[in-house]
Nanobody, 128 residues
Framework: QVQLVESGGGLVQAGGSLRLSCTASRRTFSIYTMGWFRQAPGKEREFVAALSWSFSNTYFPDSVKGRFTISRDSAKNTVYLQMNSLKPEDTALYYC?????????????????????WGQGTQVTVSS
């Protein structure tokens, strides 16, 4: 079992920045890929970013590319989502997810069904 705890959400004005953190409860040698997803009220869960833990490959959808970055600190079992130039449409509950069944790549990493463990989410609200 892997428990994931997100933090760092909050209220920010449009154009501002936030950094989300996700800490795993166990050593990350069993985690191949970490992902971030978000879900706004009345909408489907949406892929935001993914990171291959060992090779540091990253994946982003066009909606956040150039504004969001994902990184990790192996010593802290933590992955970060740095969000810059935030827009009101970025408002959502943000979840981190861990994939332990093996590496994914490209579009595979963007599917929520490809992840094995999920955090409880942290709310991000961007005001206009």
């Amino acid at each position: 079992q892997v428990q994931l705890v997100e933090s760092g959400g909050g209220l920010v004005q449009a154009g501002g920045s936030l950094r989300l953190s996700c800490t795993a409860s166990r050593r990350t040698f069993s985690i191949y890929t970490m992902g971030w997803f978000r879900q706004a009220p009345g909408k489907e869960r949406e892929f935001v970013a993914a990171l291959s833990w060992s090779f540091s490959n990253t994946y982003f959808p066009d909606s956040v590319k150039g504004r969001f970055t994902i990184s990790r600190d192996s010593a802290k079992n933590t992955v970060y989502l740095q969000m810059n130039s935030l827009k009101p449409e970025d408002t959502a509950l943000y979840y981190c997810a861990a994939r332990t069944r093996g590496y994914c790549s490209g579009i595979e990493c963007s599917r929520s069904s490809e992840y094995d463990y999920w955090g409880q989410g942290t709310q991000v609200t961007v005001s206009s």
